[in-house]
Nanobody
């Protein structure tokens, strides 16, 4: 089973930027990010397939950008124009196909506050 290691969270002021990274132990077709704020359900943030197709919800579209390294084993989430409402634990996920189980990373805290 693939393992995921995340990095890059932290504290940032509103309007600032952060970049998260997620390194997979092997090649896997679908990778992306969810987030979960205290008391809320886990929310989809971004995903990228092996052919580099991307998907975002309206809440982050135009502010967040997902990318993938050439080998396809590491993904990044560039987050710009951050808002306090973006504060959450961000979880990387990987999935061979939509029919397969999801593997989760350990999560990384992102806090947007002045």
């Amino acid at each position: 089973q693939v393992q995921l290691v995340e990095s890059g969270g932290g504290l940032v002021r509103p309007g600032g930027s952060l970049r998260l990274s997620c390194a997979a132990s092997g090649s896997i077709r679908i990778m992306g990010w969810y987030r979960q704020a205290p008391g809320d359900q886990r929310e989809f943030v971004a995903a990228m397939t092996g052919d580099r197709a991307t998907n975002y919800p309206n809440s982050v579209k135009g502010r967040f950008t997902i990318s993938r390294d050439n080998a396809g084993n590491t993904i990044y989430l560039r987050m710009d124009k951050l808002r306090p409402g973006d504060t959450a634990v961000y979880y990387c996920f990987a999935q061979s196909s939509l029919a397969d189980p999801i593997t989760w990373g350990q999560g990384t805290q992102v806090t947007v506050s002045s």
